[in-house]
């Protein structure tokens, strides 16, 4: 067989042809494995038990997810609560609000040192950030400005993966070399983030380029709305709700996807880079960090079929044709709603909310925002009509973290990038857990049911 060699260009890389159509049915045809199988070995499919609760695969002491509480002996759901190191968020929340200050900063040094901060230890470790928040020299020209992805998780991903090449202790994993990395990582984020959507947005949108640089005296929150806008203008609302954002963003227990890719990556002893370029792969998927960009993709499909979004009896109807498979996607989910483990509220929406409600106002956007009460509120009645479940429903975090964004007149190109540079403090305290602990590799089962078949001579087959 002679294969001829050329250069491919992108068409031709990326088309599918009928050779991989045939094969990719062999591949599915092959791959498939009897549903009922999973039953018989008891397998915990998603590391779940059928009842939806995790597998217990790990300990942690970083953030604890609260929904059910013992009663009379017996477990029974309970309003949400999310604690950062036994803090409760919402605590967190109303102590920086009532002082008037940004709570990202603070909430980082709490999540990686266990502790909250006091004045002094705070300015430190914001001095700490500012001064690592340049990234090496040429990097943007020479790494980010060249072939520029449309996606910029990708672009994200690429950028950290990138950085290892200007570490000269890249794979040093002692605990302070360590937190050196996470802690440029946690400053870079905002920079890799921003500066890979204005590179897509000039050379694939065809739009001008603005490379602002971080300001040392701005918040994380403050630095994003900076570096982003063509004038660096934003409202002192706007950059607060921002970092709001990010603080209810910043961890959410050691078993969300992400995060416990960062545990198995971790365990294998491999670098800061690799690992942090796997979370944000994982991050990625829309049943992740991409769902709060399927709740806005929802909600526009929904605005657009509702010619009066007052009508409450309208909206039910198009939230019972989401479930039918009738509306939007047709994949049978209202977006936005449910939770792996909230059942009867999840405590980031509700902190969210009221400060929707402000934007929403200040933006003149109050049409939209009645829309989302109104689907809050109607959409867990749809569900336990239509559906079997086993728990309760309620709106998650991404049911508003996308209307935010939206508000906040931020690209949905940026809206899972700006969910990373929040998670990304998470991920790097989880990761020192992981190394501090030296735990063994992380390596579940997996049962083969493929019988065993004899070989056959290639002539034979």
């Not at 597998?55 to 999310?82: A, F, R």
């Not at 920086?96 to 603070?106: A, C, D, H, P, T």
């Not at 402000?358 to 336990?384: H, N, T, W």
């Not at 508003?400 to 690209?411: A, E, H, I």
Request: glycine content about 6%; proline content about 4%; hydrophobic content about 40%.
């Amino acid at each position: 067989m002679t294969v001829m060699q050329n250069t491919p260009d992108k068409a031709s890389f990326s088309r599918i042809t009928p050779e991989i159509l045939s094969l990719s049915e062999l591949c599915t045809g092959n791959g498939r494995i009897d549903p009922e199988l999973y039953t018989r070995y008891d397998v915990k499919r998603g590391l779940r038990d059928l009842n939806g609760n995790g597998v217990l695969t790990g300990l942690t002491e970083i953030s604890e997810i609260k929904s059910k509480e013992i009663m009379d002996g017996k477990e029974v759901p309970c309003e949400g609560k999310l604690y950062y190191r036994g803090v409760d968020v919402e605590e967190i929340v109303a102590g920086f609000i009532r002082e008037k200050r940004f709570g990202f900063e603070e909430t980082a040094y709490l999540l990686l040192f266990g502790q909250l901060p006091k004045k002094e230890e705070l300015e430190q470790f914001c001095g700490l950030l500012a001064h690592y928040r340049s990234l090496p020299t040429s990097f943007v020209r020479d790494i980010i400005m060249k072939a520029p992805s449309r996606d910029m998780m990708n672009t994200l991903a690429r950028s950290v993966l990138t950085l290892y090449s200007y570490d000269e202790r890249a794979d040093d994993i002692s605990i302070p070399n360590v937190l050196r990395q996470c802690l440029q990582l946690i400053a870079l984020f905002p920079c890799l983030s921003v500066y890979g959507y204005q590179a897509y947005n000039h050379y694939i949108g065809g739009n001008s380029l603005f490379i602002h640089t971080p300001d040392p005296n701005l918040s994380t929150a403050e630095n994003i709305l900076h570096l982003l806008r063509p004038d660096s203008s934003y409202t002192e609302l706007e950059a607060r709700i921002l970092d709001l954002a990010l603080v209810l963003h910043a961890e959410h227990g050691g078993g969300n996807n992400s995060t416990f890719t960062t545990h198995v990556v971790s365990s294998s002893g491999t670098d800061t880079y690799s690992a942090i370029a796997a979370s944000l792969g994982s991050l990625k998927g829309q049943k992740h960090g991409g769902a709060n960009i399927k709740v806005m993709q929802m909600f526009e499909d929904m605005k657009e079929h509702l010619t009066d979004w007052t009508d409450e009896e309208a909206v039910e109807r198009y939230l019972t044709a989401l479930l039918h498979r009738e509306a939007f996607d047709r994949a049978g989910l209202i977006y936005g709603m449910g939770h792996a483990v909230y059942s009867l509220s999840d405590p980031r929406a509700r902190v969210f909310r009221a400060f929707v409600k402000s934007l929403s106002e200040e933006k003149g956007r109050q049409k939209e925002y009645a829309l989302y009460d109104a689907v809050e509120r109607l959409a867990p009645k749809v569900i336990a009509r239509e559906r079997k479940i086993y728990k309760g429903v309620s709106a998650n975090i991404d049911f508003y973290s996308g209307f935010v964004y939206s508000m906040l007149d931020l690209p949905m190109e940026l809206y899972t990038p700006i969910f990373a540079v929040a998670r990304i403090a998470g991920w790097s305290a989880h990761r020192i857990e992981e190394l501090v602990n030296a735990g063994k590799i992380i390596r579940p089962a997996y049962k083969n049911v493929q019988p065993h078949v004899p070989y056959l001579p290639l002539a034979e087959r």
